[in-house]
């Protein structure tokens, strides 16, 4: 099965949860997120530090740590979906319900799971 994981508040939130699920050898995980380049080596610590198995990293190019509501959506919803298709991702674990029901639409066959 071919994961796509969002990081904050969700393998932040329950990250012994996606320790446990992404040892599955069955399962192929990458963590997909809007946070920006610059914050990979903390991303990679963090997963490596709880031992969170992926096969990848994927990271927005904008930072987006300045912009307002609207254009951070905007962008999110443009550009994560991008990496769920490149993927062929089967199964997304996202905490955001309006970035699932969108990605829904552009990926039908997706799995959404809301991580509350």
Same mark, same amino acid.
């Given at each position: 099965?071919? @994961?796509? @994981? $969002?990081?904050?508040?969700?393998?932040?939130?329950?990250p012994r949860f996606f320790a446990e699920l992404t040892q599955n050898p069955?399962?192929?995980?990458?963590?997909?997120?809007?946070?920006?380049?610059?914050?990979?080596?903390?991303?990679? /610590?963090?997963? !490596?530090?709880? /031992?969170?198995?992926?096969?990848?990293?994927?990271? @927005?190019?904008?930072?987006?740590?300045?912009? $307002?509501?609207?254009?951070?959506?905007?962008?999110?919803?443009?550009?994560?979906? !991008?990496?769920? !298709?490149?993927? !062929?991702i089967e199964v997304a674990y996202d905490d955001d319900l309006r970035f699932?029901?969108?990605?829904?639409?552009?990926?039908?066959?997706?799995?959404? @799971?809301?991580?509350?």
């Amino acid at each position: 099965m071919r @994961i796509g @994981i $969002d990081f904050d508040s969700t393998i932040t939130k329950y990250p012994r949860f996606f320790a446990e699920l992404t040892q599955n050898p069955e399962h192929k995980c990458w963590v997909i997120t809007a946070r920006p380049e610059k914050e990979r080596e903390f991303v990679e /610590g963090f997963i !490596k530090n709880y /031992g969170i198995r992926v096969k990848g990293i994927m990271m @927005i190019t904008q930072d987006l740590a300045l912009a $307002d509501d609207r254009a951070y959506i905007q962008t999110v919803f443009r550009e994560k979906p !991008k990496f769920f !298709k490149e993927l !062929k991702i089967e199964v997304a674990y996202d905490d955001d319900l309006r970035f699932l029901n969108k990605l829904k639409k552009v990926m039908p066959k997706v799995i959404p @799971i809301l991580v509350l």
